[in-house]
């Protein structure tokens, strides 16, 4: 039988900003929304100060500076760039292995590989060829993987949950911070009179399949350590891709809205084409701020392609048509991007007898040299050299994406 990893990046976000900065090591660290608004990411310091995730940033600004807090705008460009140097690494080490989000993947252990050495010895191979901490927590199914992982981060950063020691934990663990509980399901669970995993795994499989569905039932089946989700190596396919962002200062400017709209539809359509996916449909999204005079004349259309691609250039041309179609000058927009839906796999995607085209090399051509020299290396639009809508005053900078920005060392 295979066991369960699961590996997490902790405090990932604060981490990614701390690789290149090692004098904030254990030094109170907090990494803000689009346009600084939020906090969205905490150091263990700034927890232990007891700093809410998502507090507006104005709120704490003066507990921050009395602290010495360090402040980071939100950098997703090195956060993605560290995300993937982090699977790369793990899936060059494991044998199964699937990303579930940008600092967390699940990876399958054989029962030779069970041993707190070999797990440890895994962990120091990623944070060595990083540098950003890891946690992993090996069970038997993905939810108690879960389970081990945060046992992990409470103790040395390893941990390997064993059927005798689950067994001791699902009487005294409630049933809402499970994996996959939340608040709604958790009150309907204590409803019934189920408030811990030890309650769930005695309880009769007929109820709860009766009361719970399908969704009861998983979860009964994962905490009695038989897998009911496969581990899923292959990347599945999202059912919609969203890249939207607020500016920092309302804009009617078109030349502005081109390349912020441009931006998004190129981060879309690149994710698009890593996932191996087409679309023939998006959204075109550009509005004022909700709570303005303006806010019911905003730009939204919903486009419906010829046949379905993963072309930046499609989706870019129809993007600027409803634009430059629907913009009006003196109304304040405040925010941009593009929903892509109805995806399907590209290797079974069929086209129309008269579709358009397009030399599909170009945009492979594209996506490798933006690789090797940066997300910017090469644009639409030439958004890449408009940064004035967003706000970003604590920027860390590009520094694994980006040649100006790679940091330099002088010997004495």
Known sequence: MKWVGLLDCNNFFVSCERLFRPDLTKKPVVVLSSNDGCVVARSQEVKDMGIPMGVPHFKVKREFEAAGVVVFSSNFTLYRDISARVMRVLREEVADMQQYSVDEAFFSVSEADLGEAQIRRLKETVERKVGVPVSIGVAKTKTLAKFANHKAKKGSGVFILSDEVWQKEAGEVPIGTLWGVGGQMSRRFVDKGISTPADLMQADSNQIATVFGV??????????????????????????????????????????????????????????????????????????????????????????????????????????????????????????????????????????????????????????INKKFGSEGVTFFGHGKQKALTKNAWSSGHKTTRWSDIPRVKAN
Request: charged share 25%; net charge neutral; glycine share 8%.
């Open 215 to 368: 969704i009861g039932t998983r979860l009964r089946s994962e905490l009695l350590g038989k897998p009911a989700e496969p581990l899923r190596s292959k990347v599945s396919l999202q059912h919609s891709i969203m890249s939207t962002r607020s500016f920092g200062e309302a804009t009617d400017d078109l030349s502005a809205l081109e390349k912020a709209l441009a931006h998004h539809v190129e981060h879309a359509t690149k994710e698009l084409r890593d996932m191996g996916g087409v679309a023939r449909a998006f959204k075109v999204l550009v509005r004022p701020s909700r709570f303005s005079d303006f806010a019911m004349q905003g730009i939204y259309e919903d486009i419906t392609l010829s046949e379905p691609t993963d072309d930046t250039r499609v989706f870019l041309a129809e993007a600027m048509r409803c634009l430059r179609s629907r913009h009006c000058r003196g109304i304040p927009y405040k925010k941009a991007g593009v929903i892509i839906s109805d995806i399907t796999d590209k290797s079974a995607a069929t086209g129309s007898l008269f579709g358009t085209v397009l030399d599909g090399g170009l945009m492979s051509v594209i996506d490798t």
